[in-house]
């Protein structure tokens, strides 16, 4: 009998704890392909977190790792003056944007060694710290530079220091740490590392940084050079990179991906599933947004469209339809800007909710977000037959064919309220754009197509 083949996914902050579009992209992925054994190696913010799913019964094994957690050495190492050298080289490597050469690096750092006591408790290490401190931040106190130097660089060493699950292929599910536990997967065992990038994982960390007030000075500087050298490397050991879309192959290819060796492989659903919907008109007109709250969302900016809305049609009703636990001071502005707006009575925060329930009566369904990929969610809603409005993010314009008449840019509230009122007042147009739009689901955004794709992938990865 043929041995199975055996995957293994990384993943930063997302399945099987956290829901969302790459969580379900990575647990349709897994059910969808039965014959292949999974394995789960998720990066993690804290221990003991809730499942969120149900894992398929070809997952045979999970471990997950706190990224934050300081382990204690099992082993050491020689020339221990030669390897910080090296750490130092590659820290280098990230301000200056070159590329960064780890091999010598992780063949001198075996399973189990965690350099944040050498990398600190060190000339070298010092030295670095220090110099690096008079050169970039100046104006700030040292001992704020240096603890932000240690946590950003601690959560490097425990990564490299990590013993990835044994595997055939290695399928990140993003850069940054995932991608990094790839290369050292790929360095260590000798198997081929696989990148699928849903979003820009270094521009959604600069993003983050850029809006963190707790953040100051070089310090917010250091995090996106490490971000943006994380990135590089990742395409610059991956065997092959996938991306969403052409646009985001361009960008990964600007951070030094192969030509050659990087492809656009789209998002796909279950059409069947979600075209069984029995679609029912309620009373009223119902404005749906199927997403987590948080602030990539930008509920905020739906509530707002959703007041505009409300002056113009009386009896339209809003539901935010997704998880409210996930950042709970987010969630409480968001209920007191309802409150604000003294929408109570026309606003739903449902939490999480079969979402095929809400298809079946929804009139227009929105996506804010400040920054997307290739939302599936619009996906899900054409095969149901309800039309989509959205913010100008990653691939929404193309898959929406630029029309303006349901595209506005972010935080564009008065833009969204005028492309639901286009839906309501135009429902013949509305109709023939609906045909179109399940025609391109089934020629681009087919799950079945999707599986047969990466089987292909991976045995092409196997025979390289």
């Known amino acids: 009998m043929d041995k199975r083949l055996r995957v293994c996914f990384i993943l930063e902050g997302s399945y099987p704890y956290i829901t969302g579009g790459v969580s379900s992209w990575v647990h349709d992925l897994i059910r969808g392909m039965p014959e292949i054994d999974f394995v789960l190696f998720s990066i993690s913010p804290e221990t003991k977190q809730t499942l969120k799913y149900e894992l398929p019964e070809n997952v045979v094994e999970h471990k997950d790792i706190v990224l934050s957690e300081i382990k204690k050495n099992r082993k050491r190492i020689k020339n221990k003056r030669k390897t910080l050298k090296l750490i130092k080289s590659m820290h280098e490597n990230f301000n200056s944007k070159s590329k960064v050469d780890i091999v010598e690096m992780m063949e001198r750092m075996p399973e189990g060694y965690y350099a ?68 050292v997967a790929k360095l260590r065992y000798n198997k081929p590392f696989l990148l699928t990038e849903h979003g820009l994982y270094h521009k959604e960390r600069e993003m983050e940084l850029r809006k963190a007030t707790f953040i100051r000075g070089y310090q917010r500087d250091m995090w996106i050079k490490i971000y943006n050298g994380l990135s590089r490397m990742a395409y610059q050991y991956c065997n092959v990179s996938t991306s969403l879309f052409e646009h985001n192959r361009q960008m990964s290819l600007a951070l030094g991906a192969s030509e050659e060796k990087s492809l656009v492989i789209p998002n796909g659903i279950d059409i069947e599933h979600y075209a069984s919907v029995e679609r029912t008109k309620r009373e009223g007109f119902h404005i749906g947004l199927v997403g987590r709250v948080v602030p990539i969302k930008d509920i905020k900016t739906f509530i707002t469209m959703a007041k505009i809305v409300h002056s113009k049609i009386p009896d339209a009703v809003f539901h935010c339809i997704g998880p409210t636990d996930e950042d709970p001071a987010y969630y409480e502005d968001c209920k007191r800007l309802v409150a604000n707006f003294n929408l109570g009575e026309s606003f739903h925060f449902t939490g999480r909710q079969n979402v095929l329930d809400y298809y079946s009566f929804l009139d227009v369904m929105l996506l804010t977000s400040v920054r997307e990929a290739q939302p599936l969610v619009i996906l899900e809603g054409w095969a149901a037959g309800v039309p989509c409005v959205s913010t100008k993010v990653g691939n929404v314009p193309e898959m929406l064919d630029y029309d303006e008449n349901y595209l506005a840019s972010s935080k564009d509230a008065q833009k969204l309220a005028y492309c639901v009122l286009y839906i309501k007042n135009n429902p013949e147009k509305v109709a023939e754009t609906m045909v179109k739009n399940r025609d391109k689901l089934h020629r681009i955004y087919n799950k079945n197509d999707l599986y047969k794709t990466y089987r292909n992938l991976y045995k092409k990865i196997l025979d390289t």
């Open 116 to 183: 944040y006591g050498d990398a600190v408790n060190s000339d070298i290490g010092w030295e670095m710290i220090n110099t690096a401190n008079r050169k970039n931040n100046p104006m700030y106190s040292f001992s704020d530079y240096f603890w932000a130097w240690r946590s950003s660089h601690n959560m490097i060493f425990t990564i490299l220091g990590s013993t990835p699950p044994e595997a055939d292929i290695y399928h990140a599910v993003s850069t940054g740490y995932a991608g990094l536990i790839s290369i």
